[in-house]
């Protein structure tokens, strides 16, 4: 018995590659450090080579201080973005070779917020909402209104999933939006307000005349008219926007 369990442990018998390790996929978190697992028996011991594939193509990595070769696996310091994607360990000895392949995916925490936060549009005027999203990976988008699907349709659109455009505005449209966002089984959710309102927008008449710091000016004041209450809004370029009232009411002489 003990000769024969020698010869199982012959330092001299030669035994092909093969790979132990069968983790295939490995999920870190941004910013922290992770180990690639590879391991593999073989006479004579088997050197370990990685590499990261890229398309068609693998690249060999080289031992540095942000990727580390530590026993057959590879140490990644301080994971980023870029560092997502698949790598290849291949073990070789005299008789041949054998390998493995672990996927890496970068988790980067959701942080979501819809843009403005309230939004008042005249009614026949276009309302444009944007869900502003952080993280990774990005699994779906869904937006609700009023916590209910939102239904689409030629008034109604939804450009990339991110941003919601709402044509010629009615009272029908006035309510809460929701953006929800999901990722690796979480999600995060943020709401803005649409409030539709009834007047018109000015100028209407050759009276008003409406300035580009956004001062109203009416001339020849009437009170059947004029008076009443005036909103001015005012939205830049990234679709921010904010709003101001004010009653007007005519003193006759």
Request: with cysteine; hydrophobic share 35%; aromatic share 8%.
């Amino acid at each position: 018995f003990f000769n024969y369990f020698s010869q199982l442990l012959d330092p001299k018998e030669k035994i092909d590659p093969s790979i132990t390790s069968n983790q295939q996929l490995v999920s870190v978190n941004k910013g922290e450090t992770t180990y690639l697992p590879c391991a593999a028996q073989g006479q004579p011991p088997p050197t370990y080579t990685w590499f990261k594939i890229k398309g068609s193509q693998r690249e060999r990595i080289h031992s540095s201080p942000k990727l580390q070769r530590l026993h057959g696996s590879l140490r990644i310091y301080r994971v980023e973005l870029e560092d997502e994607g698949r790598y290849l360990c291949v073990v070789n000895n005299s008789l041949g070779e054998d390998y493995t392949q672990v996927e890496v995916k970068v988790l980067v925490p959701l942080q979501v917020r819809v843009e403005p936060h309230s939004l008042l549009v005249l009614s026949g005027g276009l309302a444009t909402l944007t869900c502003s999203i952080a993280g990774h990976p990005i699994d779906s988008i869904v937006w609700t209104k009023n916590f209910r699907p939102l239904v689409t349709n030629g008034r109604v659109i939804l450009r990339g999933k991110e941003v919601l455009h709402i044509k010629s505005v009615q009272k029908e449209d006035q309510g809460m939006y929701q953006c929800f966002v999901y990722s690796q089984g979480g999600s995060q959710q943020a709401t803005a307000q649409l409030v539709v309102g009834g007047g018109l927008q000015l100028p209407v008449t050759g009276r008003q005349q409406v300035f580009p710091n956004g001062t109203l000016v009416i001339h020849q004041v009437a009170r059947d008219s004029d008076q009443g209450k005036y909103t001015c809004t005012a939205k830049n370029i990234e679709g921010a926007s904010d709003h101001q009232s004010v009653n007007v009411i005519i003193i006759s002489k």
